[in-house]
């Protein structure tokens, strides 16, 4: 069973390193593309946010999905007091 288990693990380790060499390939694909039709920092941001985000610095996903919140948030504040004020004049008609 032990070794059922052990051809098991390295075949799944053996695909999911062909799987991240490939995303690799087209990500510094993608990533020069960007670099000459949109920029320098549009190419660094998709590196970082891409998919190698999570390997390159591990808590990507976190921060983004914080700042994505936190974005919301303002948003909502922030336009709280726009749609208070024009619900009067949206009521009135």
Do not use: C
Not at 22 to 44: C, D, K, S
Not at 84 to 93: K, N, T, V
């Amino acid at each position: 069973m032990q070794e059922i288990s052990g051809a098991v693990r390295e075949g799944a380790q053996a695909y999911l390193n062909r799987q991240y060499t490939t995303i690799g390939g087209v990500g510094v694909v993608i990533m020069i593309i960007l670099g000459f039709t949109l920029g320098l920092r549009v190419a660094i941001g998709f590196l970082i946010a891409g998919e190698a985000g999570d390997k390159i610095l591990p808590l990507t996903t976190e921060i983004g999905i914080t700042l994505l919140w936190l974005s919301a948030l303002l948003t909502l504040y922030t336009g709280w007091d726009y749609l208070r004020a024009s619900l009067h004049y949206m009521i009135e008609e």
